[in-house]
């Protein structure tokens, strides 16, 4: 999922956008030969979520599903009567468990009786998401907004209102398939590669065809904005930024230049590698304004957070989003050693430059 705090960063010269404008809501685009682009709304400031169908035999696989919400079930179901009316739905693949992704798996899987694909870590984060407010999550993670200086009142916030998107999806299928990373999937006359990268979401699934040159990059590389990359209470201590960063270099050495990027979100464009040296750089680029901030007073998560987001007039659910990105640059920096933390009698973190 994305927030208020996601960084609009300005395209280079080497990026290149064939789409300048996106498929209207009862609109399918074709992007390339068996490939169509949809775009569903969403209730948020990042207003929506690209789905794409591949061609496989007689059917459509789809790769993501919308939010979990009435109005995602109505757009589908226009659909279905108009323009994609006459071919199903041939399987379901879900990139990762964020609830714009996957909140409409279990009822398209119902409604078309098709085999269901994701990779085994973000199944069970989806699993995780749906039964997550349990009353010993709801302590912990409390303690985890504490620790980083977050005030009662901003915490409840948190608790509350900040994660209610979570809960956003229908149930999820009882089985899956799984993808793994390395293994290559034959959709229709196609064969992908499956790509998986952590940060955004832990192991978030891609789809590479090199024979064709589309990279179908989820929320891993987007087109004009920066994925979330954010710690949360139950991994308080994960370095998120840094698994980011290695899947990032890890794509940049995999992929030629000249693919089709077909992202979550944004419009498709060309200019991969240029793109993940923006997503980097700008990551870099905070690191150091937190340094500076902390160059002669500790600081905690809590006082850091306007630093980076200074711009930002952020509601409970992007000041949750802000809260997870500043502490996983936080915790990128102190596995660099960069920063050092100590821990006050109240129990509250503080962070130094190192």
């Known amino acids: 999922m ?61 790769v993501d599903t919308g939010f979990g919400n009435d109005a995602t079930i109505q757009a589908w179901m ?8 006459g071919k199903p739905i041939s399987r379901v693949i879900v990139t990762h468990a964020h609830p714009d992704h996957v909140g409409q798996a279990g009822w398209i899987v119902q409604r078309f009786a ?25 302590v ?7 620790r980083h200086g977050m005030d009662e009142a901003i ?38 590669r499956i790509i998986t990268g952590a940060g955004h979401s832990p192991d978030q699934v891609m789809l590479y065809c090199a024979a064709d040159g589309l990279f179908l990059s989820a929320d891993q590389v987007l087109s004009k904005i920066s994925p979330n990359v954010s710690v949360w209470a139950h991994e308080p201590d994960e370095n998120s930024l840094g698994s980011y960063l290695r899947s990032l270099k890890s794509l940049a050495d995999t992929l030629p230049d000249d693919v089709l990027v077909l992202p979550g979100h944004g419009v498709p464009f060309y200019g991969v590698k240029a793109r993940i040296k923006q997503l980097s750089d700008h990551h870099e680029e905070r690191c150091q304004m937190i340094a500076e901030a ?28 802000a809260a997870g990105e500043l502490i ?17 009698p109240d129990g509250v973190l503080r962070f130094k430059a190192a």
């Not at 994701?118 to 709801?138: C, K």
């Not at 957070?305 to 000041?319: E, R, S, Y």
Request: charged residues 25%.
């Open 2 to 62: 994305h927030s208020k705090t996601d960084a609009i960063l300005s395209p280079a010269d080497d990026l290149r956008y064939p789409w300048e404008s996106h498929p209207g809501p009862e609109q399918v685009v074709e992007i390339a030969p068996g490939v169509l682009w949809i775009r569903l709304d969403l209730p948020f400031r990042l207003n929506h979520v690209n789905i794409y169908l591949l061609a496989d035999g007689d059917g459509w696989a789809m």
């Open 78 to 85: 226009t659909l279905f009567e108009g323009p994609l009316a």
């Open 114 to 138: 098709c085999p269901f694909y994701m990779s085994q870590v973000e199944y069970l984060q989806g699993v995780y998401h749906q039964n997550r407010r349990t009353e010993e999550r709801i």
């Open 140 to 146: 912990n993670s409390r303690l985890f907004y504490r």
């Open 155 to 192: 915490t409840e916030q948190l608790l509350g209102r900040g994660q209610d998107y979570l809960k956003k999806t229908v149930p999820l299928p009882a089985a899956y398939r799984r993808l793994s990373d390395g293994d290559d999937i034959t959709i229709g006359t196609r064969t992908f």
């Open 294 to 321: 902390c160059k002669d007073t500790a600081k905690t998560s809590a006082e850091l957070v306007p630093v980076v987001f200074h711009k930002h007039k952020l509601d409970a659910h992007q000041t949750g989003f």
């Open 328 to 344: 996983a640059h936080v915790n990128h920096m102190l596995a660099q050693h960069r920063l050092t933390e100590t821990l006050d």
